[in-house]
């Protein structure tokens, strides 16, 4: 059209990582944002189909991005904004409210980043829950309580998605261990791979192929080497790593505080 045009598919998870480097669907991925065709990808709740369960998400693709924009992927999850159906409809029992929805377009519409603050009690419980946009001060503690800040929405280049996927060779060797050269052509007097001991290393865009080499590789196979003819490039969209939040286990004393009151509890019970 012109001018350009805007439109929103909904795809399960799979599109967003299925196929390694080279593949047909990493080479549609490599496509659209190498020619900076996505906008965002919105991640919807769980149970929002009549004839399926699973994790859906929203792809915004456009040919016409506003400045700001350009060279840009936002990503939003949207999975924990959802209110339970009165009644079911197949696997369909949830839906998002008027508030929800509105939240995710504002997130979208504004070009924010943002997390979610969650308030927690003095025993743990969630007390409420709040939107803070990058630069906003998230909501004060209740006493003997905490606040738990988890990524809602995350804008990124276009190139954090991308990849090589480089080959590693090990040299073949023979029975006595020596290592096999070639006698013929360009291989003549060069050490011979062994495709037993072939390997593939995954290596980002943001560091270079040589420094990941050397640190990942070099130390644990010093013989090895990278065949560039067989380097391809890949796009990946690792949505749900990029808001995975790590929480710390409890400490050993208080596993072990609780163990030993189940057992306590245990031992009453076969004594009555």
Known sequence: ???????????????????????????????????DLVEAIVALPTDMFYNTGISTYVWVLSNRKPAHRKGKVQLIDGSNFWRKMRKSLGSKRKEMGDEDIATVTRLFGGFHEA???????????????????????????????????????RIFPNEAFGYRTITVERPLRDD???????TKGKQKGKPQPDAVLRDTENVPFSEGVDTYFNREVLPHAPDAWIDPEKTKVGYEIPFNRHFYVFEPPRTLSEIDAELKGVTNRILTLIGG
Not at 133 to 145: I, K, N, S, T
């Open 1 to 35: 059209m012109d001018g350009g045009s805007r439109f929103g598919i909904v795809l399960n998870g799979s599109p967003l990582f299925t196929g390694g480097a080279g593949s047909g669907e990493s080479e549609i991925r490599r496509y659209v944002l190498e020619n």
């Open 115 to 153: 997390s979610v603050a969650t308030v927690l009690d003095a025993e743990g419980k969630e007390v409420a829950r709040q939107v803070v946009l990058e630069g906003e001060q998230p909501p004060v503690a209740p006493e003997g309580g905490k606040i738990r800040l988890t990524p809602l929405s």
């Open 176 to 182: 006595s261990g020596e290592i096999v050269l070639g």
